[in-house]
């Protein structure tokens, strides 16, 4: 529990920091994403963007993300550790978009590592890729965002590997 509230206080005082920058653009920036799939989109270069919780579930912790020359960092979002207790760093690359039957689809690919060592116990590194098509079509966003998770498990638990797929219409 500790842990948790220092690493939410943490994600906190980095929003802050960014605040100021954030007041000053008043554009819109379009988030890179949806609840909780990934869509193929990345934060500006040298702009940062914070994630909201989005519920108790898998995959939606907060998180923050930095934007890099055609990609982005995403730093503790829990994409890769369902407990959430996990140190995580995520690259996401954008891609040049493609044309799918005359619709313009845009894509990423992402990958990352997600590290726990306790004091006490086995400590635990889960790994993960995965990619994000994105298209606009009539105003509805559509998502499909496949991703294979190499979960080293908690401790004492089994390792796993599985798969999401990620569909997405908002």
Do not use: C
């Amino acid at each position: 529990m500790e842990t948790q509230t220092t690493r939410h206080l943490l994600i906190a005082a980095v929003a802050a920091s960014f605040s100021a920058t954030a007041i000053a653009q008043p554009a819109y920036n379009e988030p890179t994403r949806g609840f909780m799939l990934e869509r193929a989109y990345t934060v500006e270069e040298r702009r940062a963007a914070v994630d909201l919780q989005s519920g108790g579930a898998q995959d939606s912790a907060a998180g923050i993300r930095l934007g890099l020359p055609g990609s982005e960092l995403i730093l503790n979002h829990g994409r890769l550790d369902p407990r959430g207790t996990n140190n995580e760093l995520l690259l996401k690359v954008g891609l040049q978009p493609f044309q799918l039957e005359g619709i313009a689809v845009d894509w990423a690919v992402y990958g990352g590592i997600s590290h726990f060592d306790p004091d006490e116990g086995d400590s635990v590194t889960n790994l993960g890729v995965g990619t994000a098509l994105t298209t606009n079509i009539n105003n509805a966003i559509l998502n499909f965002s496949p991703e294979i998770i190499f979960d080293d498990g908690n401790q004492g638990d089994a390792s796993d590997v599985y798969v999401n797929l990620g569909f997405g219409a908002h």
